[in-house]
């Protein structure tokens, strides 16, 4: 159910006390702002938990339905017991846009995820999925979302990296974001839509979720700089003219490269003495693209677009990652469960009953 309201005549009205231009918040910068205005602007049917991240345009929080708690009228009693998983189930995500001169922004993410999540073969598990939108011609925009429950792939690749025994990243793990995340991209761009902020910030790693058993499945996220042709045209709160529909195909074009980028930077922290041929011409195919990136055409691995690459790799990718040692399972599944590891993690049981007990208490 997205409730988005029909365009407001006259904008003029509209607050910039917030800075558009804002520079990258900080983690402490996050939790201040929480305290003062942000969380103000979360729908009031749901209860806030805890920041879950925040990127150039937006913080986004844990949270959950208030109505749900009354489902759950012992869990202040039962301090020891494990979390109800249909409890859990309902925890979701809430992204509040940075400023409220974000109105055209925020309403093209949320239309264009509803757009996507309208089609029959939408890959619910790989994208962002949207519940909500609250998008007013003034104050805060929010968009609720599907949580994912885990860290980004930057958060958990960096502190793999600086880890003293960093040398078990199996190349099955590169395969893996190549199969899902590649086919989340290859989705949106069957459906003319192009994400344009492809980088390893806004893909996410969900441990709740595991088609393939024992590895989190990998998650596109942020929506906020998407174009698709038809859904901008009709942006009420529209001042740029519409990124015209043969631009798009550029654009994809670069999300493609970006997609490639961020399986060289992956495939470089590998270090897998049991070479195959598929993965030598794989990552030398990814490294031609990494040397052409920011120059559209020039590079053979970008003309080869990601259907090619597909195409080529996609069997032998499900072969080799089959191949994954238990060990190699644990050790990811193990890494992505330290907190003081890995930033962002998602949400423990505990934050979840200190913030539901809280609540019930002020009742
Ligand atoms: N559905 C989600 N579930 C949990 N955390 C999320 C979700 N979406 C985003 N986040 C977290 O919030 C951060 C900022 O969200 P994002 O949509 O990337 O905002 P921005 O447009 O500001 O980059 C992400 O990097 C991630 O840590
Ligand atoms: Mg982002």
């Known amino acids: 159910m997205v409730e988005i309201p029909a365009e407001d005549s006259d904008k003029s009205d509209k607050s910039d006390s917030d800075s558009e231009t804002e520079s990258q918040p900080t983690e402490f910068s996050v939790v201040m702002d929480t305290v003062v205005c942000w969380e103000n602007a979360i ?3 749901l209860l806030s938990i805890k920041p879950a991240g925040s990127g150039s345009f937006g913080k986004v929080f844990y949270c959950i339905p208030r109505d749900a708690l009354e489902d759950y009228p012992n869990i202040a009693k039962q301090p020891t017991k494990k979390l109800p998983g249909s409890l859990k189930a309902q925890i979701c995500a809430v992204k509040v846009h940075s400023a409220t001169t974000m109105v055209e922004q925020a309403w093209a993410e949320a239309e264009i995820l509803k ?3 309208q089609a029959d073969e939408f ?3 790989h994208l962002s999925r949207l519940l909500a939108a609250n998008i007013p011609a003034t104050g805060l925009s929010t968009i609720t979302m599907e949580a994912v429950m885990g860290p980004t792939l930057d958060h958990f690749w960096n502190s793999y990296m600086g880890r003293f025994d960093s040398q078990w990243m199996p190349k099955e793990f590169v ?8 086919a989340a991209i290859r989705f949106i761009h069957s459906m003319n839509v192009s994400h344009n902020d492809l980088h390893d910030g806004n893909v996410m790693l969900n441990m709740a979720r595991q088609d393939f058993p024992g590895l989190p499945n ?6 906020g700089q998407a174009n698709h042709f038809e859904t901008e045209a009709r942006n009420p709160f529209r001042t740029k003219p519409a990124v015209p529909a043969e631009k798009i195909e550029l654009l994809i074009e670069d999300d493609n490269a970006a997609f490639f980028q961020i399986l060289y930077a992956l495939s470089m922290g590998i270090v897998d003495r049991e070479d195959s041929w598929d993965w030598h011409t794989f990552t030398a195919l990814l490294e031609d693209s990494a040397y052409g990136f920011g120059s559209r055409g020039q590079s053979d691995a970008q003309k080869c677009v990601l ?13 080799e990652r089959a191949k994954i040692s238990q060990k190699a399972k644990e050790n990811i599944a193990r890494h992505l469960s330290v907190v003081t590891v890995v930033r962002s993690l998602g949400l423990s049981d505990d934050e979840i009953r200190s913030a539901v007990v809280a609540e019930l208490d002020k009742a």
């Open 43 to 45: 729908p009031k049917e």
């Open 115 to 117: 757009y996507i999540q």
């Open 123 to 125: 890959p619910g598990r």
């Open 175 to 182: 395969w893996h974001v190549f199969l899902q995340l590649g």
């Open 218 to 223: 990998v998650v596109l996220i942020d929506f």
């Open 307 to 319: 259907d090619k690459m597909t195409t080529r790799y996609e069997a032998p990718a499900i072969a």
